[in-house]
Nanobody
């Protein structure tokens, strides 16, 4: 069955770093664009970062650009997507979700309704 499983969340002080991981299996996720979204309390889910299925292009929300890096590794039956987050701020506090999109092409969609599969999320909390 399809599984996207996030890990790596936690509590960190402002200015610190975290590395989130997402293990995706159950589909040929090497053919999918992969992304990270987040949802803070009382807010809508928003795009954070995306990477094309080739891994050749990455895209970031303006709010995190220069502070986060998305990357991916493809194994035999699993794709792992990473989100390296540096210089964290209290406003980065949210549940972070991994997502997969079967779209073709060298771009990603920033609209979460367009994405096909989702993980359960991992909590990131940044204290001031």
């Amino acid at each position: 069955q399809v599984q996207l499983v996030e890990s790596g969340g936690g509590l960190v002080q402002a200015g610190g770093s975290l590395r989130l991981s997402c293990s995706a299996s159950g589909r040929t996720f090497s053919s999918y664009a992969m992304g990270w979204f987040r949802q803070a309390p009382g807010k809508e889910r928003e795009f954070v970062a995306g990477i094309t299925r080739s891994g050749g292009n990455t895209f970031y929300a303006d709010s995190v650009k220069g502070r986060v890096i998305i990357s991916r590794d493809s194994g035999r039956n699993t794709v792992t997507v990473y989100l390296q987050m540096n210089s964290l701020r209290p406003e980065d506090t949210a549940v972070y979700f991994c997502a997969a999109d079967r779209r073709i092409g060298e771009s990603v969609d920033r609209d979460d309704v367009k994405w096909d599969y989702w993980g359960q999320g991992t909590q990131v909390a940044v204290s001031s």
